[in-house]
Nanobody, 118 residues
């Protein structure tokens, strides 16, 4: 069984930066991709960013393009999310996810809270 733990969330002001980290543990495995999702109160969980290791490909939601950067280490099953120029609308619980099979996010973390004040 794979477990993912997110960290790095907190309370910041608009325009500030924050770096989220996610580490997978529990058993040895090789992931196809890892990504970040977020969920604000009363809203559905939405895609934020992902990295596909083999293709060296990254994807971003339109709302975060140019502000967020995803990176990581496939060998260590670790992923990061550098968030710059944060906005109040970025406030949400951010979840890390890992894909073992292409197109499917198999495992999810418990989330880390990011709050951006005006």
């Amino acid at each position: 069984q794979v477990q993912l733990i997110e960290s790095g969330g907190g309370l910041v002001q608009a325009g500030d930066s924050l770096r989220l980290s996610c580490a997978a543990s529990g058993r040895t495995f090789s992931s196809y991709a890892m990504g970040w999702f977020r969920q604000a109160p009363g809203k559905e969980r939405q895609f934020v960013a992902s990295v596909t290791w083999g293709l060296s490909s990254t994807r971003y939601a339109d709302s975060v393009k140019g502000r967020f950067t995803i990176s990581g280490d496939n060998a260590k099953n670790t992923v990061y999310l550098q968030m710059n120029s944060l906005k109040p609308e970025d406030t949400a619980v951010y979840y890390c996810a890992v894909s073992v099979i292409r197109g499917i996010f198999n495992y999810w973390g418990q989330g880390t809270q990011v709050t951006v004040s005006s």
